[in-house]
């Protein structure tokens, strides 16, 4: 969602005659954008910002966008008096507003739905992957989670607005469309006629234009998994076969805390079926390790559900307590130094069972979309169907956009393949 919020406001700034720059000391105007999931993403902006007060251009703006502006509101300016402006994740296309103003300071953090989707120009052309918001903010109130604090009540975008940004995406450029959201896959939107639509209605209309040939969708909540979306991943050989579906937590009791109210069976109910749909699935989740009051018993029956799950790609994290939420207050917090050995656990178990499954796709072709130049410039990075990176030995000036790649080898982290005729 960063990425995406991010590629819009540098199209609206090259739109106002801006060009980037690697270098902030250099800069006119500086943004970050920002995350809060995690305290340490927060501190991290802070210090940035520390930083670069000093070392700026006296006469640069500078200012901070997304969730971090939500989460410190005006307290923002009071840190760090050189900001110009705080604006929350869903008033950035505000952004004009300081650029006609430099000498003012621009405050805005209300959560007013839609808006800066129609606000910011489209971009002149699209990436690769098209990123589409398809609808924003999260109901579920996870009791460890400042997302409904800081983007708010899920709203879901108007059918035809997401269909507009998808046409517009293929014919700019776009070979995969993601559809995002909190709740991605809680989207239902429903037409003044009365008719409602579904996840699987994009889906299937991103389908029908040529030009796209990979769809995907982030995050998504295990519940509302409904079976017309389960029965994509059948019917859509365009979608991947891979989903992140985040458990969190392999102990009920957890889940209960986290107020995740599923049990393991029908999660692992929902994984059958989505298995079923489409036998070649992979799925991969997000964990939180010493969530308050987790005991051993409860972290082994995470590692016993990814033993079970046998996930890959995913992305696990230590429990950070945050302002707005309710789990910050619960008692039993677990020490750090407990959180960390739970921590390299987890992450031991999830890097074997990836480091497998990137093995056993050595000596299969599956076809890849170009990412770009690896780190020395001279090869081109492709991304298999389930995202994992792979490394081909082709001058990333003439890459093709989708290619047939044999994997010829693999590790924990990535793989290497040749592009096949
Ligand atoms: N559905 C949201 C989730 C983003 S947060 C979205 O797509 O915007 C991504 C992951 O961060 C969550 O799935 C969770 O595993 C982790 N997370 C959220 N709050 C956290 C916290 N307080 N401490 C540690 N990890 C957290």
Known sequence: MNVYDGQRIASMLRGRGYIQTDDYTDADIIILNTCAVRAKATDKVFSALG??????????????????????????????????????PQSYHKLPEILDNPDTRLFNIDLGGLEKFDAMPQMETSPLIAYIPIQEGCNHCCTYCIVPYTRGREISRPIDSVIHDVVHAANTGAREICF???NVNGYKYTAPDGLSYRLSDLIRAAAQQDAIKRIRFTSSYPTEMTDDLIEMFRTEQKLLPFLN???????????????????????IDIVDKLKSARPDIQISSDFIVGFPGETDDDFEQTLDIVRRVKYINSFSFKYSPRPHTAAALMPNQIPEKIKSERLYKLDALLNEIQREFNESCVNKTLSCLYEGPDKTGKYAIYRTPYMQPCVVKIAPQIAPQIAHIKITDANKASLRGDIQN
């Open 51 to 88: 930083r670069m007060r000093t070392e700026k251009k006296p006469d640069a703006i500078m200012g901070i966008v997304g969730c971090v502006a939500r989460e410190s509101g005006a307290d923002a300016f009071r840190r760090v008096p050189e900001l110009n402006f705080v604006l929350g």
């Open 180 to 182: 995002l959201g909190q």
């Open 245 to 267: 579906l985040p458990i969190q937590s392999g102990s009920l009791n957890v889940l209960t805390k986290m107020n995740r109210p599923y049990s393991l069976n029908l999660y």
